[in-house]
């Protein structure tokens, strides 16, 4: 770390990287799947060691979705929320604005960051990837809450509420 | 080579040869007899159909005379020009004057067999004599049996033996019975250390190299076995002795040090006899033996000399001084093992620095007769057709066709959407291959390139430049990488390296088709540099950038110029260092382009190539000063060890305290009757893991001092390795002569100093006794090394690179040895590396020389590669601007609104804007999200692949 | 048959990706399930280019600076 060729553009990409490890909790992806390592253009040994321990990781993890227990429909259907949830301006405002506060603190420590997601960041993935996968299910007409959760992987709590502003929303 | 061959200002005479020299500095006139190639190299498309039909076979001295070749050839595909040639001694025609079917077979009519001698007359300001080394002599190959015993080789035809266009496409096989051979021997210092051929010299590269061409015989046969003979281990290179130790551990080599006196052939098999250090005879069977050859000065080096007029040293080779260590004389310069046997960063390093030297000469008279290189416009209506990829899977020789099924992957590109034509090139960088590209792009109409090939690291810009020539825009060619990352590390599973390689194609043309034109941007230069650091590498430095006629900020950190070199005393080359110290002070504060700043320091530096903007803290306060270019030169400390009780005694010092005391002359020895220098005392594994290269020669010379001041005085040498390389052997041998005992020992077990009563001893295990002994000593030299600075803040405040020593990173070893990863700043002395003064001298003409280059062009290319706003999306929210590392984003008031706008020089191309853009309107030129979500998407199934192929002839239609 | 897992790369140009020619160059081996994208810096990485890579069926996402 530090010796990246842009300054800092590594360090920005360890946001990015607790960012997405909450979408994958959120979506019910083990965030072991996703990994962020450092060699520099002299280690080709220590490439070869991260790629490989990763590479045995994953099998031993087995297939996308099979290994989480969820069939791929259902995986498909939340990632499908979750990359709305990528391209929306105002998530990517905050997550940007986010990305600009820890830069101007400048404390990159994985506590840090991992804290300041979880307070500014998580609430937000969570919120948005829930509502956009509830609004879809209900328009398929009334679910049981049961369903409504093993489809979504949110709690009663947070299903409650998200279906609680839906309807204001509506009523307005 | 391409790049040379592609420069418009750079003309290439082959089979030429200077006859004769005469005029003055800046105004030489060379009479110049090229002989006839019989081919003409414009209209050679290097087809090949000559060679294949020529009747007239010729020993293949390319291949190191291991094959047969035609009289009408070329020496190996890549070759500059890529034109064939006819060999007169073997051509049928013309020794004859019977066959001509080669005439009849060529295409293009190139043949021109009336082709007669040619003198041409060049006037030229400066010449620079690159002639390279000659071979060792045959006396020095014969008493190893070479010759005799088929299965003794030189390491040169071994090099070709292992390479895979070669003669046996890269299978090792022993020239007697063809056998695989399971026991393989090198033989050390063939030709070099030897005063019996006459080459009593070193020849620095072959223990390296000996190192390279085991590891890759490894690679060939990995059953077999291999020892190495050695006398030392001269690995004393950048990085080299990691390198060594790394292979002998990976590969599992014998080091044995012992000199092999002869060879014998024994029921088909090679006997050597030899005896270890501890005295024990040995008797082994190898199945081949390679001599690893010196290298010799170049065969006709005294007709050569005498035609320019310069002197030779005693082996032959160019002779120079230290302090001006590229000059022959004035006018004539040398790069390269003319110079003494060198490596190839050692002999890059000098042709950037001749290069300088030559420009210091012509100054005035730069960019006169200068040609650029121009382009032809793009071709607006190809730009501007629907996306048309061409695909060009390249078989890189077997390098990548050994592995990968390079035919299959061609079929498979054929089938994916977008493209129209696929092909497999055999070398896609070789020049005719560049050339064919281009005609290909005009014939099928391609507006989007993918090569299957090797890095864009490495290849892009060549490719990039191509597609400029056919009048497309650089930016519309994307590299898939099938060799560095797939058949090269994927050689054991053939059939998975396609898949990948199936599938990095099917990536790259998926982003291919996003490929967008980007528009190539001109900046232009301060035509000044900053030095950092004035000590030797820094002031030689700062003269040649200002004797090329540009301002030089010269920043010392201490009160006065001279760093390291105010200690050292006496060369090994027998020179007076404090005069060149001093002549260099004295050039360099009269110098009216050059600012000295002492007892100051560089704060900060920013900008970019051509425009950096730096702060220098000076006792007045602090200056900005504004220049193109940096040089880093800021040196290496002397290592101070904890062991060895250094500090503890006062009979304890450094080989450069000792110098100060001899120095003194006799006086300063006082009554010694005996020292002890330690080498590697802290380094090559103990405290600094590098070695330092100039230490065994400092000890020598300082032992020879010794014995001159007081010939009765003894003096000990322990040691690992004598690293006394190239000619620095010459006073190995001396001392020897003169009685300096040398004792090795090995790393496990390092020599220590002792208190004993009131003395000092050394206690050390002899390996020639086979026990321990000790020493009384009146004195205890230790060769302590040169240590990094580890903390380089300029290296810090540049971000770039340090190895894991702690010295500045090269950009490329071999290639770019004074120049490191961010563009416009330059490293030479020991701030790269620990060397000796005369090297240091050439890196800094070296550095200065590639320094100048963007100085004298007055402008810089930006690379395509840089964020651009799309206006309309744009919120204003400035996120961008304030996580731009580079400061290269500013935002602007546009019609009331505000908008981030991109400083185009400045920007890197991290890309870090565009990823966190709320609306995606910033994005990385070639980068862009659609470009990488669609090689996401390619990755995905190739189902995904044919859903998208309905959607294209969608947009078609 | 045994899983053989789909991986992909995102590798900053200066760092990773140069890294990974070098283990070429110097012939070192690695599972070949990994297919790369070369970008010019990690800090190019949008979260959105995991979340696509996982959407096509990625069974692993390696980002390397």
Known sequence: MGECHYQSGNYEALVMAETVRRILDTVGINRERFTIDWASAAEGPRFVKLLTEFTEKIKTMGPLGEAEGLDWETLKFRLEAARNLCKNMQFRAQYGNLAKEIKKLGDYSPENISQAIEKKLVPQIRKRIFEAELKELIAQGPQAVEVLREKTGATEEEIGAILETLKKKEKK | MVEAGRSPNIEILTLAEVESLSGKPGKFKAKVKIRPRYIDPDKCTACGQCMQYCPREAVDEYNERLDFTRAARIDFPQAVPTAYYIDEDRCLQLNHETCMICTNVCGPKAIDF?????????????????????NVPEEALTKYGYGIYPDVMTSLEIERLMCVSGPTEGEIIRPSDFSHPRKIAFLQCVGSRDVSCGRPFCSSVCCMYAMKEASMLKEHAPEAEIALFFMDVRTQGKGFDAAFERAVDKYGFRVIKARVPKVEQVDGRLALNYVTEEGTVHRELFDLVVLSVGLSAPEGAEELAKKFGIELNPFGFAKTEVKDPLTAKSGIYVAGAFHGPKDIPESVMQASGAAAKVS?????????????????????????MPVRVGVFVCHCGVNIAGVVDVEAVRDYAKSLPGVVYAENVLYSCAQDSLEKLKEKIKEHKLNRLVIAACSPRTHEPLFQETLREAGLNLALVEM???????????ADDPEKATQKAKDQVRMAVAKARRLKPLELQKVKVTPSALVIGGGAAGMAAALSIADQGYEVHLVEKEAELG????????????????????????????????RVYKSASVENISGYVGNFTSTIKVKEGSKVINHGVVVVATGAKEHKPSGYLYGKNRKILTQLELEEKLSRGKRGLGKTRRVVMIQCAGSRGEELPHCSKLCCQQAVKNALRIKELSPETEVFIFYRDMRTYGFYEELYRKARNQGVIFLRYEPTQRPEVLKKGRGIVVRGYDALLGEEIE?????????????????????????TPMTDEGFLMEAHVKLRPVEVAVDGVYICGLAHGPKPLEETLAQAKAAAGKAVIPLAKGFVEVPPIVSRVEEKKCIGCGICASLC????????????RRKAQVIAAACKGCGVCGSHC??????????????????????????AEESKEAELEKEAA | MQFEPRILSFLCNWCCYAAADSAGVARFSYPPNNRVIRIMCTGRMDPQFVVEAFYVRADGVFVGG
């Not at chain 2, 006169?368 to 416009?377: L, S």
């Not at chain 2, 230790?782 to 380089?792: F, I, Y």
């Open chain 2, 114 to 134: 009336n082709q007669e001698p040619e003198i041409r007359e060049l006037e030229v300001g400066a010449v620079v004599l690159c002639p390279g080394f000659g």
């Open chain 2, 360 to 384: 210091e000469l012509l100054a005035e008279a730069r960019g006169q007769d200068m040609v650029e290189k121009e382009f032809p416009p793009e071709d607006q209506e190809l730009l501007e």
């Open chain 2, 480 to 490: 898939a990488n099938i060799r560095d990352q797939c058949s090269w590390v994927h």
């Open chain 2, 563 to 594: 760093g390291h070199l105010r200690r050292v005393k006496f060369l090994a080359e027998g020179e007076n260092p404090q005069k060149i110290l001093k002549d260099l002070i004295t050039r360099v504060e009269k110098h009216e382009n050059i």
């Open chain 2, 775 to 799: 020493i009384p000593a009146d004195l205890v030299v230790l060769s302590v090394g040169v240590a990094p600075d580890k903390e380089n803040p300029i290296a810090q405040i540049l971000k």
């Open chain 2, 885 to 896: 590392p580079y400061n290269a984003i500013e935002m602007v008031k546009k019609e009331k």
């Open chain 2, 918 to 943: 709320p609306v995606f309107a910033i994005t990385l030129g070639g980068f862009t999200d659609e470009a990488i979500l669609e090689q996401i998407q390619a990755f995905g199934l190739p189902e």
